[in-house]
């Protein structure tokens, strides 16, 4: 026993600090996926990453573009200043790409994210700053060329510059001020340098590249905003996780604490039962014998009639328990049906000759009204018999002198069977049918005008016919009466076989066949 107890603590003591564990990581997580954008670090850290890994992902692709535009700046350049700004590109681009990579390694409760921005910003102004050197990539050899040369030049510089800022755009909408540090300083370049060169053409490219960064900036403005939304989604979408995940906790709390309830329930009915049907046993056999005299006469009469209350009380309380004992394997799952073909009829008629005695003694009349025609049923006996008894017993219990019960059996017009019991009795407020109809439950007139019962006949009557597939019901009528009605399915029901064939054909049909075969063998023979 002491070692169940104890396997039984630490048991208790695991599921409890799961619990606690699985309780603060939905604490944790609710904490940290409430509030807005504004004020969230988990929203701001979800854009910076996003930046981030875009720019790992791209690594190649930058250095890849900017090799491409020296070599094209070698028309009108000289070699040596296009590879110059050629190797500051790449240099920048590794600086931004390696602190990229090392915000990303990093556990993210230990990231300080207002110096990691800052950083980014930095490295990205770097980065923008060395792509706006190509503006002053053959600057002073542009001067001496031809205008064909610089013409193409800074058509050339204007294109790159699109470029560049539609995929700044790309990579660093989701946190404006990289973008802006990624793209302003090519913008101020390359205005200056189309507006210097003081044609009309080269003033509108000027303030078509002015136009230009505005609305990519704009652009940018939506998708942050985009990005923004996407993360209140998936915060929106884990929190319900998270609240999910908190029912089903709390869910499976439930479930284990009504087990443990229901196995402590079943263990203590199981020792009570013993325990209380033992002394019961005694007390009703003593008092038993004491009431008949058996070993002599008691000499004072009160004596008598006390053993005889000391009886009739052993004998309620048995029934108690046996009533309770029942109602807890119905609602267990425990309660195991025995059918078998049997029927309706008889089952009322023993029950009626139980109780006829009781009845006499209040001068109550029961009528029996039953169909004789009725098929027999597929059903527990001892349920159905449990059934019809607590149905009359609660009639002649709450049935005042002089009154009537009525037994009625029948059947349905679903092709099933019914028991009705009906009484004359003080009835039920219509208010009331629901609670005696509850585990303890009772009528307030009803048990004001009859004898105390224990409210547990009718939830077992309504049990047993459920196990059944079957229905209660009941009626009642303030100072009317009440009628309990219970009824079998169809499916109860042992309905018996039509013959295969009329009976006496049997014959006439094998003599018929023997006579067609030998017709047969005569005609072949012949």
């Known amino acids: 026993m002491a070692r169940n107890e104890t396997v039984d603590h630490l048991e208790r003591q695991r599921r409890r600090d799961t619990r606690k564990r699985s309780a603060d990581d939905i604490r944790a997580a609710r904490e940290r996926l409430s509030g807005s954008a504004a004020n969230k670090p988990e929203f701001k850290y979800e854009l910076i990453a996003m930046f981030a890994r875009n720019e790992v992902g791209a690594a190649v692709t930058m250095p890849a573009m900017a090799i491409i535009f020296a070599l094209a700046a070698m028309f009108w350049a000289p070699v040596a200043e296009a590879i110059t700004w050629l190797g500051l590109v790449i240099a920048a681009k590794v600086i931004l790409i390696e602190n990229c990579r090392r915000f990303l390694a990093q556990p993210r409760d230990q990231i300080n994210l207002a110096a990691w921005r800052r950083r980014l910003v930095i490295c990205e102004l770097l980065n923008g700053t060395t792509w706006a050197g190509f503006a002053l990539v053959g600057v002073s050899a542009a001067a001496m060329a031809a205008p064909g040369t610089v013409f193409a030049s800074n058509v050339f510089l204007f294109a790159t510059f699109i470029v560049l800022l539609a995929i700044r755009m790309s990579f660093g909408s989701t946190v404006m001020g990289i973008l802006y540090a990624g793209t302003l300083p090519m913008a101020l370049v390359v205005v200056v340098r189309l507006i210097l060169s003081g044609e009309p053409f080269f003033l509108a490219l000027a303030s078509m590249a002015v136009g230009v960064q505005i609305y990519f900036i704009f652009l940018a403005m939506g998708l942050h905003s985009t990005a923004v939304a996407m993360h209140e989604f998936r915060a929106q979408k884990d929190a319900l996780i998270s609240e999910l995940e908190e029912a089903r906790l709390l869910s499976d709390e439930a479930r284990r604490r009504a087990e443990a309830a229901n196995k402590a329930k079943s263990r203590f009915l199981a020792t009570m039962s013993h325990e209380l049907r033992t002394p019961l046993n005694a007390i009703m056999g003593f008092s038993e014998v004491m009431t008949g005299e058996v070993m002599g006469p008691i000499g004072n009469p009160v004596y008598k009639e006390y053993a005889n209350n000391i009886h009739d009380s052993g004998k309620h309380l048995l029934n108690l328990i046996n009533e309770i004992l029942d109602l807890s394997r119905i609602e267990a799952g425990r309660y195991e049906l025995h059918e078998e073909p049997l029927r309706l009829a008889d089952i009322a ?28 049923v597929w059903a527990d006996q001892r349920a159905l018999r449990q059934i019809c008894l607590n149905l009359l017993s609660n009639a002649l219990k709450f049935t005042p002198k002089g009154g009537r019960v009525t037994v009625t059996l029948g059947p349905t017009t679903d092709g099933g069977q019914y028991l009705s019991v009906l009484d004359t ?15 303890f439950g009772q009528g307030s007139l009803a048990h ?11 939830p077992i009557v309504q049990n047993l016919i459920e196990l059944h597939g079957g229905a209660f019901e009941l009626l009642s009528e303030l100072r009317k009466g ?41 005609a072949a023979v012949g």
Not at 425 to 439: C, F, R
Not at 448 to 458: D, M, S, V
């Open 482 to 522: 009440t009628e309990a009605i219970i009824t079998l399915p169809k499916q109860r029901i042992l309905s018996a076989l039509p013959p295969l064939q009329p009976l006496g054909q049997e014959r006439h049909r094998e003599v018929s066949t023997r006579s067609g075969r030998n017709g047969r063998l005569r």
């Open 425 to 439: 009795g003080p009835g039920i407020p219509a208010d009331e049918i629901p609670k005696v109809l509850q585990v």
């Open 349 to 376: 008629e023993d029950c009626v000759r139980l109780l006829k005695l009781r009845a006499q003694s209040k001068d109550v009349e029961i009528v029996e009204d039953y169909d004789e025609t009725l098929a027999q």
């Open 448 to 458: 004001e005008n009859a004898e105390g019962g224990t409210g547990l006949g009718l």
